[in-house]
C-alpha cells in the first residue's frame, strides 16, 4: 500500500530496554547513519552505574536519545518523539518524556506479568487506556524474527540476541535511513562469524520490511540533509575527540605522546582510544592506580613528552600532590577531568559539572594553574589543542573539563586541516652557558624547558621551593613570597593570550545568560527561541576559567541581571560574584541529567516578565528555581 510522507526539521529518537538489550549499540549505529545521511546529530548515552543491573528493574533500564535534524542540533532533544522500549521498565522510566502523540514502539515480550510487577504496573499500559494519547505499535518481536527466518538454518540462540537490530531497522523505515552503513559495521565486526552475519542484516532488512508491509505503518518521516560548510565530516564523542586532540597537538608540537591513566568511568573511553594511535608513536599505561597514572604522566613531562593523565572527580582528588608537584616543578601537564555526579561514587554514569571548585582550589598551598572548559564533544578536540598549547607555551600543568555527557555523547565534527591548526611549540632550552632552570622569558614567566640527554643542562628540580633563577633548594622567606607570586603572575598572564568574551546579541542592557562547559548547548538552544519570539536578551559562553577573558569583568557590569545555569549548586556564580563583586542568579541542575533547552527557556521567561526579579525567592520549593 502508499505510504504518506511528511517532512521534519527535527526529530529525537530514544532506544531504551534493559543493559543487555544493546540499546547503546543501535542508538550508536541510528546516530552514525543520520549523520551519514547528512544531518546534524547530537546523542545522549543514559546507562544504569552498575555494570549489570537486575533485568527488569526501573533501575536497570539503559537508554540511548538521538536528536537529529536539519539545523541548530545543540542539544539531545528536550522531548521525544520515538520511544523503542524493549520492556515494561523501559516504559515507565521514559514515558514522561514522550511528546505528546509521539510514537512509541513496544516489544510485547517484555510486557509478561512478571516485567510488568518489577515496572511497578499493576495492569498492562498495553491493555488499558494509559498510552491512548500515543501512536503505540505493539510488535512481539520473537515471533517476527521466527517467522523472518523461518527459511534460514540459524540458531535460536542468535536469533534472540537480533531483537535489537529487528528494531533499528523499523525506525529506519520510519525516517528513510539507509541500511548500508550499518551493513557495513556488521561485516567489520562480526567478520569471519558468517552466522552472525548473516542473523544481523537479516533482522536489519527483517525490521524494514515488517514496517513497509504492515498497514499500520502509514506514514514515512523525511529529515532532509543540514546545510553544513562543506568539507569532511564524522560523528565524535568528547572523549575521542580529546583522544585526537592529544595526538594532533603531540604532532604539531613534534613530541612524543605520553598517557598515564588509571580506568574510571566516564574517563575511560580516552584511554582506549588512545590506545589505537600506536602507529602514530603514542604511548600509554594502564596506571595501577590514580597517583601512578600521573606521576607516570609527570615523568614523561621530565623527559620531554607531550603528558597527559585523565580521569574523573574521585581521581582528581586522589590526583591532588602530584598536581601540586607539577605546579611547583614548572612542567607541561594536560590534566583532563571528564566530571561526573558525586560525591563519594555518587552517580559514576550521570553527568554534573560539580568539580569546578576542585580543579580551581582543590591543591595544598598556593597552586595555580589554567582551567579550561569544551563546550561540546566535538569542542573538545579544540579545547584539547588549546590546553596543549598553553602548557607548552607557559610550562604549566592545565585542568581541561568536559563531563559525563559531552564526553560520551556524538555529534558531527568537521575534519580540519593540519595545516590551518595553531603551531604548538614547546620551549627548549638552547644555551648551555646561560641555562638556569628557573630563568624566565620576560614576557611569558614560563622557564625553559632542558630533558635529560641535552648536555650542559643538567639539573634537578623537585618538590622543595626552589630559588629563582637557580633552581637550587630554598627555604628563603623572602624566595618564596616571589616564587608564589611569579607562579600566579605566570597564570594571570595568559588572559593576555586567550580571546576576549563573545557576546550574541546587545552588548548591553536588563539579561545576560552566562553558560560554560556541557550546558552550552541548551543555553544557547534557549536564548535563540527566545530572541525569535521577540524577548531581548543577550548570550555568552565561557571556555576559559582561569584566567578568565580579560573584558569579563565590563561585560559582566554592562548588564543589569547574569544568569548562570550550572549542573551544580552555583560553583561558577560563587567564583563570578566573589572576583567582581557582582550578584548573580543562578538556575542549577544536579539530577545528573543535562539541562533541556526549555527548562532554561522556561527559567529565563520568568525573569523576562518579571524585570524586578534580581533573584529567586527564597526557601520556597515551588519557586521557578526548583527544576
Not at 352 to 378: C, F, K, N, T, V
Request: glycine residues 8%; aromatic residues 8%.
Amino acid at each position: 500500500m502508499d505510504k504518506l510522507i511528511e517532512h521534519l526539521e527535527e526529530v529525537t529518537v530514544r532506544f531504551a530496554g534493559d543493559s543487555g538489550d544493546g540499546m547503546q549499540l543501535v542508538g550508536a549505529q541510528f546516530s552514525d547513519t543520520s549523520g551519514f545521511a547528512g544531518n546534524e546529530v547530537n546523542t545522549f548515552p543514559d546507562f544504569p552505574s552498575e555494570i549489570r543491573a537486575p533485568e527488569g528493574t526501573l533501575y536497570g533500564v539503559s537508554a540511548f536519545q538521538v536528536h537529529f535534524g536539519t539545523r541548530h542540533i545543540n542539544t539531545t532533544g528536550d522531548f521525544v518523539d520515538v520511544l523503542v522500549a524493549m520492556n515494561a521498565a523501559s516504559l515507565k522510566v521514559n514515558l514522561t518524556n514522550v511528546r505528546e502523540h509521539g510514537i512509541i514502539l513496544v516489544n510485547t515480550e517484555g510486557f509478561d506479568d512478571r516485567n510488568l510487577k518489577l515496572a511497578g504496573f499493576s495492569k498492562n499500559p498495553l491493555e488499558d487506556d494509559s498510552l491512548k494519547n500515543f501512536q503505540v505499535f505493539s510488535i512481539n518481536m520473537m515471533d517476527e524474527l521466527k517467522k523472518a527466518f523461518i527459511e534460514l538454518d540459524i540458531p535460536s540462540k542468535i536469533i534472540q540476541r537480533t531483537k535489537n537490530i529487528f528494531a533499528l531497522g523499523i525506525t529506519y523505515w520510519l525516517f528513510n535511513r539507509p541500511l548500508e552503513p550499518t551493513v557495513t559495521w556488521i561485516n567489520k565486526k562480526f567478520k569471519n562469524k558468517e552466522d552472525i552475519i548473516l542473523a544481523n542484516v537479516h533482522a536489519l532488512q527483517g525490521g524494514w520490511n515488517y514496517a513497509e508491509k504492515n498497514p499500520d505503518f502509514r506514514k514515512q518521516y523525511i529529515v532532509d540533509k543540514a546545510d553544513l560548510p562543506s568539507g569532511k565530516y564524522r560523528s565524535i564523542t568528547g572523549n575521542q575527540a580529546v583522544a585526537l586532540g592529544l595526538v594532533v597537538a603531540a604532532t604539531k608540537a613534534k613530541l612524543p605522546l605520553f598517557l598515564g591513566s588509571y580506568p574510571i568511568t566516564p574517563a575511560t573511553d580516552i584511554l582506549h582510544a588512545i590506545s589505537g594511535y600506536k602507529k602514530y608513536g603514542v604511548k600509554h599505561l594502564q596506571a595501577e592506580d590514580e597517583i601512578a597514572g600521573i606521576t607516570s604522566a609527570l615523568g614523561a613531562a621530565f623527559g620531554g613528552s607531550l603528558a597527559v593523565t585523565t580521569t574523573s572527580g574521585p581521581g582528581l582528588s586522589l590526583k591532588t600532590e602530584a598536581i601540586g608537584l607539577a605546579v611547583m616543578t614548572e612542567l607541561p601537564l594536560l590534566i583532563v577531568d571528564v566530571m561526573r555526579a558525586g560525591p563519594s561514587t555518587g552517580l559514576p554514569t550521570k553527568p554534573e559539572q560539580s568539580d569546578l571548585m576542585q580543579a580551581m582550589y582543590g591543591r595544598h598551598g598556593e597552586a595555580p594553574l589554567p582551567i579550561l572548559a569544551a563546550a561540546g564533544s566535538a569542542d573538545c578536540f579544540d579545547m584539547t589543542m588549546e590546553a596543549a598549547r598553553i602548557a607548552l607555551k607557559y610550562m604549566t600543568p592545565v585542568i581541561l573539563l568536559t563531563d559525563g555527557y559531552i564526553g560520551q555523547a556524538s555529534e558531527p565534527w568537521r575534519i580540519p586541516e593540519l595545516d590551518k591548526l595553531t603551531e604548538i611549540k614547546p620551549n627548549f632550552a638552547s644555551d648551555p652557558s646561560t641555562f638556569k632552570p628557573y630563568l624566565r622569558d620576560s614576557e611569558t614567566l614560563s622557564r625553559l624547558w632542558a630533558i635529560p640527554g641535552m648536555q650542559g643542562m643538567e639539573h634537578r628540580i623537585g618538590g622543595l621551593e626552589k630559588e629563582d633563577g637557580s633552581g637550587v633548594v630554598s627555604h628563603d622567606p623572602n624566595n618564596h613570597q616571589k616564587m608564589v607570586e611569579l607562579r600566579q603572575k605566570k597564570v594571570d598572564g595568559i588572559a593576555n593570550d586567550i580571546p576576549e568574551l563573545q557576546i550574541l546579541g546587545d552588548k548591553e542592557g536588563d539579561l545576560l545568560l552566562l553558560s560554560w562547559g556541557s550546558t552550552y548547548g541548551a543555553a544557547k538552544s534557549a536564548v535563540t527561541k527566545l530572541r525569535a519570539a521577540g524577548h531581548n536578551l543577550s548570550f555568552a559562553h565561557l571556555r576559559y576559567l582561569n584566567p578568565f577573558p580579560k573584558n569579563l569583568g565590563d561585560v559582566l557590569h554592562r548588564f543589569e541581571r547574569v544568569v548562570i545555569p550550572e549542573l551544580n549548586l552555583g560553583q561558577l556564580k560563587n567564583l563570578i560574584q566573589a572576583k567582581y563583586l557582582k550578584p548573580v542568579i543562578g538556575i542549577n541542575k544536579v539530577q545528573g541529567k543535562p539541562f533541556k533547552s526549555i527548562e532554561l527557556e522556561e527559567k529565563l521567561t520568568v525573569l523576562l516578565t518579571m524585570g524586578n526579579i534580581k533573584k529567586w525567592p527564597e526557601n520556597k520549593l515551588d519557586t521557578p528555581v526548583d527544576l
